[in-house]
């Protein structure tokens, strides 16, 4: 299933903003497209949990079902701070009303201590994080898992499909990072950061030092120059998080190698043998994944697009 271009990114729609904005759910995600109120008891708070996946601390978004039908597993974008997601996990878990349990699990070291004493990670490594993640905490459940990648995570969540056993059945890319965007101005200076260790340092020692501040100047700051329309969760994920030296490096050091991985073509030969258990929903205006992809897409694994969108109050 591939859905077309929406005006505004969904997760990011759930995740920073009060008002709902207009966006797609695939089939799955949706028992009645027609509601718009939903049971009151299918709210639920998500839980933060610390897990040792392969000797490296990681953070867990969680909301465990009474009775569920499948375990949704969130692997984010690049920040993968997992607490970006949480009114993403909650509404999800409200959308799907109380029927599938919802881990959001965070990249290594993109977290709030340090852990991993200033080990890098790379693309690859991140991958196999969640590989082991499944294979530890999730390989003796009894329900279906469906993967849901964020940006980079989506193309995380494919790669981990490919490898994954008959439990994985269906894969999600929400504004899927797939391939360089080679028109995009935003891209190629991110990718010229990354790619120098000197300026990554230096970044990462300047955004590390706004971490001295007092939390109040810290908000207003984050909140005139980057989030204006956040949530107060995304804003204080940013200033727990992103200011963190350890966290900023590890930002730019996956960035550099998603920059070197992703000048491959995407394996579309594996997407057309399998389009039937994968769905992507692209944003209008998100340079990550643009329209271009949302086309080439369209062109490599013979996807029907689907509705222009839909309306949730």
């Not at 079902?65 to 969130?74: E, G, I, Q, T, Y």
């Amino acid at each position: 299933m591939l859905l077309r271009p929406t005006t505004r990114p969904l997760c990011f729609s759930l995740c920073f903003h009060s008002k709902a904005r207009r966006s797609y759910r695939p089939k799955w995600l949706s028992k009645d497209m027609g509601r718009v109120e939903l049971d009151s008891k299918a709210k639920r708070q998500a839980d933060f949990r610390l897990c040792n996946v392969s000797s490296h601390m990681t953070e867990l978004l969680e909301i465990r079902a009474d009775d569920p039908k499948m375990h949704v597993l969130l692997i984010p974008g690049n920040p993968g701070v997992v607490t970006f997601y949480k009114d993403f996990v909650e509404s999800l878990y409200e959308f799907l009303e109380g029927d599938a349990s919802i881990t959001a699990i965070s990249h290594l070291s993109h977290t709030k201590k340090d852990w991993d004493h200033g080990r890098l990670f790379s693309l690859e490594e991140q991958t196999d994080h969640k590989m082991d993640f499944i294979k530890q905490e999730l390989e003796n459940i009894e329900v279906p898992i469906i993967l849901v990648g964020h940006s980079i995570g989506s193309y995380i969540s494919i790669d981990m499909f490919k490898r994954s056993s008959e439990k994985v059945i269906y894969c999600i890319g929400l504004y899927p990072f797939l391939a360089l965007n080679l028109q995009s101005t935003e891209q190629s200076i991110v990718g010229k950061i990354a790619a120098s260790r000197v300026v990554s340092v230096a970044l990462s020692l300047i955004v590390a030092s706004l971490g001295f501040l007092p939390r109040s100047a810290l908000r207003l700051i984050v909140t005139n120059s980057l989030a204006k329309s956040w949530s107060a969760v995304a804003v204080e994920a940013t200033c727990s998080h992103l200011v963190q030296y350890h966290t900023m490096r590890n930002v730019l050091f996956m960035a550099m190698t998603e920059f070197r991985k992703l000048t491959a073509t995407p394996d579309w030969a594996f997407m057309r043998e399998n389009k039937e258990k994968l769905a992507f929903l692209f944003g209008g205006d998100d340079h990550w994944g643009p329209l271009q992809m949302f086309e080439e897409v369209c062109d490599g694994c013979y996807f029907q697009a689907g509705p222009r969108h839909c309306s949730i109050n």
